[in-house]
């Protein structure tokens, strides 16, 4: 099982991305899918996740910018980020968790200039 994450780039600071991820591999829906992400110098930190009963959560920092959904096709999660700000800057990974079994992907990087 893979995890391609997709969709980062350079924005400006109040712009917006979108972060895709889409699995490849026999696997069933994940339990749960979502966004880390991990600043220079800085420990990997949780985004945003959803659950296959749509439970979401968000840490505080992205709460009212960003918003996570899951696709129609199985095991697809998009972060989409507005009001973007340099603080956001980082490389994003997608993760799958099965239970008590997690994939990540490769990571996509979001640039902010201020």
């Known amino acids: 099982v893979q995890l391609q994450a997709s969709g980062g780039g350079l924005v400006q600071a109040g712009g917006s991305l979108r972060l895709s991820c889409a699995a490849s591999g026999s696997i069933l829906n994940f339990n749960l899918m979502g966004w880390h992400r991990q600043a220079p110098g800085k420990q990997r930190e949780l985004v945003a996740t959803?659950?296959?009963?749509?439970?979401?959560n968000y840490a505080d920092s992205v709460k009212g910018r960003f918003t996570i959904s899951r696709g129609n096709a199985k095991n697809t999660v998009y972060l989409q980020m507005n009001s973007l700000k340099p603080e956001d800057t980082a490389v994003h990974y997608c993760?799958?968790?099965?239970?008590?079994?997690?994939?990540w992907g490769q990571g996509t990087q979001v640039t902010v200039s201020s």
């Open positions: 993760v799958g968790k099965l239970g008590a079994r997690e994939y």
């Open positions: 959803i659950t296959s009963a749509g439970t979401i």
